[in-house]
């Protein structure tokens, strides 16, 4: 007993030793850059660099980023995605959330312990900011990790997708009844855009990788992308699956990885032992999720694991079929079984749909989200005992109460013909079910006749896909008091409103969580300046009254449908080029009818004059006329003064 006293005492005195604070001072703010090597275009840097630094600690440091916005004509800020910010859920780096956003010439600290080890990123979570550049790989080391002797050195890959034009342009392009199916940028929207995209990999394309060989490496991968989720391989290379989303899990052997924005895995790979070529590493963009594919595009990228650099690259060889890894096999170290027996079932069910301003939004179980007058976090610490009632957050933060210590059930029915990858703040989750596309409404009594196998070690992460139509089921227990979404990853969907908020024991955040000085500044330096107590619509009174909490706009009238608007917007649009031609056209009748006119005329005084001037009168005929078959070939003159008689 006290042996075993000392050894828990050391264990700790060790782990002190070793914390340290690791500390980032970012100035954020428009650098140029050019990727994909197609266009210069603003792009978002940190310290006047992109791409932006890698953030880097070990389990049991303290990390602090100083951020400064630079930016000038964006407010920001920083989230730190996947990270579940335990104690410190005002340090989730949400604007509007868990924060007001920064807003140009002020400074903001984030300051957080780390408690988790794995592969993270961090981006903007403002205004759909991340992907003009504000987006980078957040890496935590474990001297712990049971796969610590299993591997030499470490790598880390990031995937993502590039757009040309600014996200502010795009926004408005897509949030606009010009695009009533809610096209995503870079799928072929009938008339407003077909903003062509590319595939990066470390920011980069064709990057060479030297490694050496008969190595083991960790390969951490991020996908950091706005839309495309990515398939990733490397030629004439297996290697074996140990984390997915920073949670250990058993080795599995793959050979082809499916990676939707936001998701992470780390992976061993261990290199041949022969060094006679070099190999393909290659990215392939999913064109499932593009309506049509855009013009230009490259779906995919490449880059290469370099074992003799004095022997050239390859051209990737084409694949007859995408067959990734199905994650749902994974099986996380520690052992945990399916939790049973939930507090709380929410059930979301998904549908993108039109309003009254014409523009697509997306809705869980018939509500999208607006963003409220005063953080969410900031009604929880404000608001006394009715933060613990969900009224106060108004209806379309779409907010769940949680109490403390809980097991939570989310059942998603996606009833959209996209694929959909879904991230939760604050928590991983046990991913117990995941249909197959078009298996229609979760239906629990399969599960509880037997139809439905619930697996023994259920795979856990924090971003998971589901498939078109389909259904899946998510459970977690709520042991972190914070304020959390849970939202779709694709970007433009967060922007159509595909959010729901968890409010975790809000009393408790009221007994421990301090909103510090420079983060409440940051709401009174903007124009106009953000409340920072009271209810969703901003009130410190009459906390029910939601009365003026911001609203989406009114539903369609009666009868309207997406098919409606689309073919309205056609005939208009039809109405509009119609016009057009018809005013073009008639212009150009007018202006030949003058010549014509003017023809005529020189033509009759041709005719009466003096003999001595006939050849010249005749020359300008010749030129009038010769005019004329020029500028009108399939007319001749008497046929066009015909033609206006």
């Not at 000038?72 to 005002?90: A, I, K, P, V, W």
Request: proline content about 7%.
């Amino acid at each position: 007993m006290a042996l075993s006293f000392l050894l828990v005492i050391f264990s700790l005195l060790l782990s002190f030793a070793r914390a340290g604070t690791r500390v980032y001072n970012f100035t954020v703010g428009w650098v140029l850059a050019n990727p994909d090597g197609q266009l210069d275009r603003p792009t978002i840097g940190i310290n006047g660099q992109w791409p932006l630094p890698r953030i880097e600690a070990t389990v049991g440091d303290r990390v602090i980023v100083n951020v400064k916005n630079d930016l000038g004509n964006q407010s920001t800020s920083l989230h730190f995605h996947g990270l579940y910010m335990n104690g410190t859920t005002h340090m989730d780096g949400v604007g509007g959330v868990t924060q007001c956003p920064i807003p140009p010439g002020s400074s903001f600290q984030y300051d957080f312990n780390i408690t988790q080890a794995g592969t993270y990123w961090y981006h903007s979570h403002v205004s759909s900011q991340y992907p003009d550049g504000l987006r980078g790989p957040l890496v935590i080391h474990d001297p712990e990790s049971p796969y610590a002797d299993l591997y030499d050195e470490e790598l880390v890959l990031t995937l993502s997708d590039w757009y040309h034009a600014s996200m502010s342009d795009l926004v408005k392009k897509f949030m606009s009844v010009t695009n009533p199916t809610g096209a995503e940028p870079g799928k072929f929207t009938w008339f407003q855009y077909t903003d062509p995209f590319s595939a990066l990999m470390n920011d980069t394309q064709n990057l060479k990788i030297s490694i050496k060989p008969g190595r083991t490496y960790f390969l951490r991968i991020i996908n950091m992308a706005a839309f495309a989720a990515q398939y990733f391989w490397i030629e004439g290379h297996t290697f074996r699956i140990i984390e997915v989303d920073g949670i250990y899990h058993e080795p599995a052997e793959a050979s082809m990885l499916y990676l939707t924005a936001g998701q992470r895995y780390g992976v061993l790979l261990t290199t041949l032992n022969e060094t006679d070529s070099n190999y393909a590493i290659v990215g392939s963009m999913d064109q499932d999720l593009f309506d049509q594919i855009p013009p230009g595009l490259n779906p995919n990228v490449t880059s290469f694991l370099v074992y003799d650099e004095s022997k050239p690259v390859p051209t990737p060889k084409e694949i007859e079929s995408f067959e990734p890894f199905d994650d749902m096999h994974l099986v996380p170290t520690d052992g945990e079984e399916p939790y049973e027996d939930p507090d709380l079932v929410v059930q979301l069910d998904v549908v993108m749909d039109n309003l009254g301003d014409g523009a697509n939004y997306a809705f869980f179980s018939g509500i999208t989200y607006v963003q409220p007058k005063v953080p969410s976090l900031y009604t929880a610490l404000t608001t006394g005992d009715l933060a613990a009632d969900p009224t106060v957050y108004g209806v379309n933060t779409q907010p769940h109460v949680l109490g403390h210590n809980d097991i939570i059930e989310i059942v998603l029915n996606n009833r959209d013909d996209g694929k959909h990858p879904f991230h939760l703040h604050g928590h991983a989750f046990q991913a117990v079910v995941r249909s197959n596309e078009s298996a229609g409404d979760y239906d629990s009594a399969l599960v509880l006749n037997g139809t439905v196998q619930l697996p023994r070690q259920p795979m856990k992460r924090d971003t998971l896909l589901v498939r078109p139509n389909g259904h899946a089921v998510m459970r977690f227990r709520s042991d972190n008091p914070g304020v959390w979404l849970f939202h779709c990853h694709i970007e433009w969907h967060v922007e159509s409103g595909l959010i729901m908020t968890f409010v975790e024991s809000p009393l408790t955040l009221q007994r421990t969580i301090s909103i510090p000085a420079d983060h409440l500044s940051a709401c009174t330096a903007t124009d106009p300046a953000w409340p920072t107590a009271g209810n969703a619509a901003g009130r410190t009174e009459s906390l029910l009254d939601l009365s003026d909490a911001p609203k989406p706009p009114a539903p369609l009238p009666d009868g309207f449908t997406t098919k409606g608007i689309v073919a309205m917007a056609f005939s208009i649009l039809a109405g509009l080029l119609g016009t057009g031609v018809v005013a073009w056209y008639g212009m150009s009748e007018m202006a030949d009818l003058a010549r014509e006119q003017e023809r005529v005329s020189v033509a009759e005084e041709a005719e009466n004059a003096p003999d001595t001037d006939t050849d010249t009168d005749a020359q300008v005929l010749s030129r009038t006329n010769t005019e004329a078959s020029q500028s009108t070939p399939l007319l001749g003159v008497h046929d066009r003064a015909e033609q206006y008689r």
